[in-house]
Nanobody, 123 residues
C-alpha cells in the first residue's frame, strides 16, 4: 500500500513537501512517480524517480520548481514543491512501478497507486 501525505493550503510562491510511505511490502526496487489531477482535467504526470534515485524525470510545467527524491531505508518517496502556483492545485497521487529504471509518465507502467492528497495554492 502507498500512503500519500503532506498536502494542504498554501499561498502562491510557497512550498510544500509531499511524502508517500509504503507499507506491506518494500518498494525499494520499484520506480516511483507522482501524478496529479486538477478538477475537470485529466490525470497528469508530475515526476518520477528510478529505484536507486539515479534517474529522475519531470513534467515541463514543474521542472526547476519540484524535486522528487526517495529514501529506500524508510520506504518513502518525497516531492518537494517550491514556488507553487495556483495552477499546481490538484489532488496528488504517488505510484510505484515494477520496471525499476522507468521514469516516464505512462500510467500503465505503474502497478500500485496510493490515495491522493489535496494541494491547494491560493493566489
Amino acid at each position: 500500500q502507498l500512503q500519500a501525505s503532506g498536502g494542504g493550503l498554501v499561498q502562491a510562491g510557497g512550498s510544500l513537501r509531499l511524502s508517500c510511505a509504503a507499507s506491506g511490502r518494500t518498494f525499494s526496487s520499484f520506480a516511483m512517480g507522482w501524478f496529479r489531477q486538477a478538477p475537470g482535467k485529466e490525470h497528469e504526470f508530475v515526476a518520477a524517480i528510478s529505484w536507486n534515485g539515479g534517474n529522475t524525470n519531470y513534467a515541463d510545467s514543474v521542472k526547476g520548481r519540484f524535486t522528487i527524491s526517495r529514501d529506500n531505508a524508510k520506504n518513502t518517496v518525497y516531492l518537494q514543491m517550491n514556488s507553487l502556483k495556483p495552477e499546481d492545485t490538484a489532488v496528488y497521487y504517488c505510484a510505484a512501478g515494477r520496471t525499476s529504471y522507468y521514469t516516464g509518465g505512462y500510467q500503465g507502467n505503474y502497478d500500485y497507486w496510493g490515495q491522493g492528497t489535496q494541494v491547494t495554492v491560493s493566489s
